[in-house]
């Protein structure tokens, strides 16, 4: 499997952590599946792999659960693990079965981007280790709908703005 | 979504979404900074309505345009669920390195 080598999409999650620990011990937190099952959720949520195999072409099965509201499921398949580096995965929303699902099914628009490409890479500086996460909506969904993430980010950009001029705040879902 | 993103597959669109973004403006002050037709515009700015990201109003005698941020508000609450869940995630990741790797000069002493 690899990457469309066309010009690299802009990401519509873009995120850099610095971490006090040298970049094995920071990628093997990534790769190894009881570690990764201890961090990998949203604070107050647990999470549970029903299937997982990280290396190149494998992915992983999981489950989120969050009290009060109904499982979460996705998969995902991995790109690239190239160890202490990188690693790219595709993620997408899934079934209990681990069949991807379409977005009607989760009451958003069918043309809704369910796949996502995220892409970790890990740079070590004195001892430290630099996360760059970026989270991009796959090629292909781009080219289906349009949707380029650098007009997702002007959305944004206009949202903030005209949500600035609303009067109250937006209920969540 | 997809009439959303339909509609911003246009740089010309997308131009006059940022314009509005200023404020509301008529129809012949959206033209002015385009080198086609009020004609072409007209059609630009149709598109957009049905795809409900302007909403047109009457003033007078001349047509005002307005951004309508609905439509982005739910591409903007999708962006968000993911930014949160990361930097959720990597702050747990933070804290289970320190709990597996304590400084091992700076371990207190029982």
């Known amino acids: 499997m690899t990457l469309s080598p066309s010009p690299p999409l802009e990401p519509f999650v873009l995120i850099e952590r610095s971490f006090v620990f040298p970049r094995e011990i920071v990628f093997d937190a990534w790769t190894d599946p009881d570690l990764l099952a201890s961090w990998f959720a949203p604070r107050g949520c647990t999470i549970h792999f029903e299937r997982i195999d990280v290396r190149e072409g494998g992915g992983f099965h999981s489950c989120v659960r969050n009290p009060g509201f109904s499982d979460c499921w996705t998969v995902a398949e991995f790109v690239e693990v190239v160890r202490p580096e990188r690693i790219a995965f595709k993620w997408r929303i899934a079934d209990s079965g681990g069949n991807a699902v379409s977005p009607r099914s989760q009451g958003q628009d069918p043309d809704w981007p369910v796949e996502t490409l995220v892409t970790v890479t890990f740079a070590e500086e004195n001892g430290r280790t630099l996360v760059t996460l970026s989270q991009n909506v796959s090629e292909a969904l781009a080219k289906r709908t349009g949707a380029h993430p650098s007009w997702i980010q002007m959305l944004e950009r206009l949202d903030e703005l005209v949500a600035r001029r609303s009067e109250g705040p937006r209920q969540g879902h | ?110």
């Open chain 2, 1 to 110: 979504m997809s009439a959303t993103f339909a509609a911003l597959s246009d740089s010309t669109r997308r131009a006059i979404l940022v314009r509005l973004k200023e404020g509301p403006a008529s129809v012949s002050e959206l033209a002015e900074p385009f080198l086609i037709s009020q004609q072409a515009i007209s059609k630009h700015l149709a598109y957009l309505e049905r795809a409900r990201l302007i909403e047109k109003r009457r003033d007078g005698r001349q047509q005002v345009c307005r951004l309508n941020p609905e439509p982005m508000q739910d591409v903007a609450a999708w962006v968000e669920q993911y930014r949160r869940f990361w930097e959720d995630a990597l702050g747990q990741l933070d804290s289970l390195l320190h709990e597996l790797h304590p400084p091992k000069n700076k371990r207190p002493k029982t």
